[in-house]
């Protein structure tokens, strides 16, 4: 089971669920949006305004980065894997400069600033830009390994 704390533009629960988190720790527990307004974000941010908001109600910046990063990808992957167990990936980094504002001085991925790799057209390094082939429809799994939409 997991706890998802949610605070988007209308439902907001974050300051409600902080207690639990001081009481039992990160295990399982994230952060979530779902329908914030492309205005909020620009004005307070996505993700790292909860981080921000968390750190500012007592809880440690490292927690609250926890539950805005490993926990969300832990939650993400299929039981059999785990974002920390999963060996030569490349996650997409933030380098903050303090531990209070929460706004990214520089974004990498794949290792180069993500200005470098949108001005290269999004190419891989070392590959030259390829379409994208057609989306496929997602195919989601109950954890008894039924397909969704199944009796």
């Known amino acids: 089971m997991w706890l998802l704390i949610r605070e988007a533009s209308a439902a907001r629960n974050l300051q409600a669920l902080l207690p639990l988190v001081q009481e039992f720790g990160t295990e399982r527990i994230a952060f979530c949006t779902d329908d914030r307004e492309p205005e909020h974000i620009a004005e307070d941010g996505h993700i790292?305004?909860?981080?921000r908001d968390a750190v500012a109600a007592g809880i440690a910046p490292e927690d609250a980065l926890v539950m805005a990063t490993l926990e969300p990808g832990d939650l993400a992957r299929p039981a059999t894997?785990?974002?920390?167990?999963?060996?030569?990936?490349?996650?997409?980094c933030s380098l903050l400069p303090d531990l209070e504002s929460f706004v990214p001085e520089t974004v990498l991925k794949r290792g180069r600033p993500v200005g470098e790799i949108a001005a290269a057209g999004g190419a891989r390094v070392g590959q030259a830009h390829r379409p994208r082939p057609p989306r496929r429809r997602a195919r989601l799994h109950d954890p008894l390994g039924r397909r969704a939409g199944r009796a």
């Open 48 to 51: 790292n305004s909860m981080v």
């Open 81 to 92: 894997t785990s974002a920390r167990s999963r060996p030569a990936t490349r996650p997409t």
